[in-house]
């Protein structure tokens, strides 16, 4: 005799020990699709371009050109950095750059996996894996540019370059947690990736990329009260002068990534499937 299933539309969150058990072997079973898709995703992204992986160092080169030019026509004032003004630039654009691929890749991956979600039941979590890994891989090809850029402007670097990558995984987890936010409104309407575009323009200047971090009025309140700042200017030191600015900011900003990341990973898993119903109906 078969078993008989009795489905409820009861809440998941009303068994939160069944709930984390779940999703930590969804997490696990999600790891070889993400690598598939992953390794799908990096092929299509250079393959379909002609400057291929160039795209990875045309942004910060470019942006360090402009605004070093702008500088020694005294056409805005940057302020005294620590590394000679363009590696500061290129470097900084690099996390940035880096920041804004892991906010904007859950949107992506769940409106481009659309027509999957609707269709095949899998771990959802391989989506927001497979951008991780991306983010990863083209992180990877921007350290070249990074070490040339060390070299080129003899950079010094302290032993603390070493815990460097710490605080650049805590940047990656909070772009991610930001996106795994919005991925089921990014499901649902188009707006959202095309405001996130307009959000990360301006929030590149409210994150001291092209200049150093202020240090009195109402603009530097605002620098320091945005979460980015910590977790790249720490990452930013960490990798150069040894010389930390930002400790408790970082610490305060990472506390508050890891809750809002766990937080919002149970979200994700129940607002989901709300919006793929809404999506395929």
Do not use: D, H
């Given at each position: 005799m078969r078993p008989e299933y009795i489905y409820t539309p009861q809440s998941e969150l009303r068994h939160p020990k069944r709930m984390f058990r779940q999703m930590w072997r969804d997490l696990l079973a999600a790891r070889s699709l993400a690598w598939r898709l992953m390794v799908r995703d990096i092929s299509a992204q250079y393959r379909q371009s002609?400057?291929?992986?160039?795209?990875?160092?045309?942004?910060?080169?470019?942006?360090?050109?402009g605004f070093t030019l702008a500088g020694n026509a005294r056409a805005i004032s940057i302020g005294e950095t620590d590394i000679p003004y363009p590696a500061y630039v290129m470097f900084s654009t690099a996390l940035w750059?880096?920041?804004v691929?892991?906010?904007?890749?859950?949107?992506q991956a769940s409106s481009d996996a659309k027509p999957m979600l609707a269709r095949v039941k899998f771990p959802r979590e391989a989506?927001?894996?497979?951008?991780?890994?991306?983010?990863?891989?083209n992180f990877g090809i921007k350290m070249i540019l990074i070490c040339a850029l060390f070299l080129i402007f003899r950079v010094p670097v302290s032993w603390t370059v070493i815990l460097a990558p710490v605080a650049l995984i805590h940047l990656i987890l909070l772009g991610t947690f930001f996106g795994i936010l919005l991925a089921p409104l990014g499901l649902l309407y188009k707006d959202v990736s095309?405001?996130?575009?307009?959000?990360?323009?301006?929030?590149?200047f409210l994150t001291p990329v092209v200049y150093p971090v202020p240090e009195e009025g109402t603009f530097a309140t605002i620098v320091k009260l945005n979460p980015v700042t910590p977790l790249l200017v720490t990452t930013r030191e960490l990798a150069t002068t040894g010389i930390l600015s930002q400790q408790t900011g970082f610490w305060i900003a990472?506390?508050?990534?890891?809750i809002g990341l766990m937080v919002t990973w149970v979200g994700f898993r129940i607002a989901l499937p709300f919006a793929i119903e809404r999506v395929s109906s």
């Open positions: 002609f400057l291929g992986i160039a795209w990875a160092f045309i942004p910060p080169i470019a942006m360090a050109v750059q880096t920041f691929e892991s906010l904007q890749g859950p949107v989506l927001i894996l497979a951008k991780l890994g991306e983010v990863g891989f095309k405001g996130l575009t307009m959000l990360t323009g301006l929030w590149l990472s506390l508050f990534t890891l």
